[in-house]
């Protein structure tokens, strides 16, 4: 990761760095080495007894208004600090606790972050992760970006410039041509 983050930091200085990953990614180097080389960053943290204490509260609360309202969703958002055994200090965790009708169980998603949003706009920019996780899935198999063997970062982003263009034009103009039909 560090190559990466130097290769950023150097060729971009001005640039904003951002993380975004599942429980696979939470590791207490990787949250170091982020905050350490000024990454923001937004990683989900597996399900445990412990963030489970800590955000009973809101169970509670949210299973109550679901219990008054059935039929409808029901999510609530907070934060604490937490410390995993393996952390060496405490560290801001994000919760959504939430109770869809069709249902029996709640969900919950902790997201651990060094960011100073609030709990549901950390939530919706953590899940933007499977958007961007599906835009990936398709250059690879559309536009064939996983074919590319160049090391320049330049000719790289020029050329996938160029596809997506390319494929913006195409899908445009189709979509004119069947209009006029």
Excluded at 39 to 49: D, G, T
Excluded at 84 to 105: H, T
Aim: aromatic share 14%; net charge neutral.
């Amino acid at each position: 990761m560090q190559p990466l983050l130097d290769e950023y930091l150097n060729q971009y200085p001005d640039t904003e760095l951002f993380l975004r990953g599942d429980s696979g990614f939470a590791t207490p180097e990787l949250y170091t080495q982020a905050e350490s080389n000024g990454c923001s960053y937004a990683i989900r943290l597996k399900n445990n007894r412990l963030l489970r204490e800590l955000a009973f509260h809101l169970e509670e609360e949210v299973t109550a208004k679901a219990a008054v309202h059935p039929d409808q969703f029901v999510a609530l958002y907070g934060e604490f600090s937490y410390q995993a055994g393996s952390w060496n200090y405490a560290r801001r965790v994000i919760c959504k606790i939430e109770k869809r009708p069709e249902e029996l169980f709640v969900r919950h998603t902790f997201i651990v972050t060094n960011m100073a949003l609030s709990p549901q706009d950390l939530v919706r920019f953590y899940c933007n992760r499977d958007r961007m996780e599906n835009f990936i899935k398709k250059s690879k198999n559309e536009f064939g970006f996983a074919m590319m063997s160049s090391h320049s970062i330049w000719l790289i982003q020029i050329v996938c410039r160029f596809v997506c263009w390319h494929t913006t034009f195409l899908t445009g103009f189709a979509a004119y041509v069947c209009r006029e039909k």
